[in-house]
């Protein structure tokens, strides 16, 4: 079994403009979205029976701006670096 998690969603703009309540309503998206659809995985990979060994993978996906970003979007290239 293999679970993929990708990240999605942009949103933000400039630092100095951008509100806590965007930046709190992408972070909550991208990292709190990521860590539940892995938590959920987690708890279905614990309950089937291995296979060689293994009970299956757990693979998240950031964009390339989380080692490059992007000017003025601060929320969105903040995330793809924490999961990556």
């Known amino acids: 079994m293999v679970w993929c998690t990708p990240l999605g969603f942009a949103g933000g ?10 930046w709190e309503r992408v972070i ?3 990292l709190t ?3 539940l659809v892995a938590k959920a ?4 990979m ?11 993978s757990i693979v998240t996906l950031a ?3 989380g080692l ?8 969105s290239t903040t995330p793809p670096r924490v999961v990556s």
């Open 46 to 56: 614990i309950e089937q029976p291995r296979v060689d060994g293994e009970r299956g």
């Open 68 to 75: 490059e970003g992007t000017p003025r979007v601060a929320a």
């Open 28 to 30: 909550a998206i991208n």
């Open 13 to 22: 703009g400039r630092s100095i403009l951008l509100d806590r309540a965007e």
């Open 63 to 65: 964009s390339i701006e």
């Open 33 to 35: 979205g990521t860590f």
């Open 41 to 44: 995985a987690l708890a279905r």
